[in-house]
Nanobody, 124 residues
Framework: QVQLVESGGGLVQAGGSLRLSCAASGRTFSNYVMGWFRQAPGKEREFVAAITRSGVTFDYSDSVKGRFTISRDNAKNTVYLQMNSLKPEDTAVYYC?????????????????WGQGTQVTVSS
C-alpha cells in the first residue's frame, strides 16, 4: 500500500556531512510517524530518529544526539535525515520506516512499511 524509497547514501570522510531522503508513495494519507533506523554488519537494526506528521521529534539515539537532525516535508511526502560530524561508527545501512502502530516508535516492530535501505560508509 505504501512504498518508501531512500536516497542520498554514499562514501564520506570522517567529519563530513550527508543528507538522506525518504520519499513515500501510494496510500500515504494515513501515515503518522516516520523514522530512521540503521544496521551495521553483524548487528541488529537500531533506532536513530523519528518524527510525527505535525513535525514533533522524538528523543534521538544517544549515539547521534547533537549531530543528526530529522525533518519532514508533508507536501512532498518526504522525510530527511541530516547527518553532520560523521564518524566511522556511523557506517551502516540506513532504513526509512513509516506508520507506527501499536507500541513504541523506538522499536522496529511498531512500523508497518520499510524502505530498501541506503548504504552510508564513513572512512577514517
Amino acid at each position: 500500500q505504501v512504498q518508501l524509497v531512500e536516497s542520498g547514501g554514499g562514501l564520506v570522510q570522517a567529519g563530513g556531512s550527508l543528507r538522506l531522503s525518504c520519499a513515500a508513495s501510494g496510500r500515504t494519507f494515513s501515515n503518522y510517524v516516520m523514522g530512521w533506523f540503521r544496521q551495521a554488519p553483524g548487528k541488529e537494526r537500531e533506532f536513530v530518529a523519528a518524527i510525527t506528521r505535525s513535525g514533533v521529534t522524538f528523543d534521538y539515539s544517544d549515539s547521534v544526539k547533537g549531530r543528526f537532525t530529522i525533518s519532514r516535508d508533508n507536501a512532498k511526502n518526504t522525510v530527511y535525515l541530516q547527518m553532520n560530524s560523521l564518524k566511522p561508527e556511523d557506517t551502516a545501512v540506513y532504513y526509512c520506516a513509516s506508520e507506527a502502530s501499536r507500541g513504541s516508535v523506538y522499536y522496529t516492530t511498531s512500523y508497518v512499511y520499510w524502505g530498501q535501505g541506503t548504504q552510508v560508509t564513513v572512512s577514517s
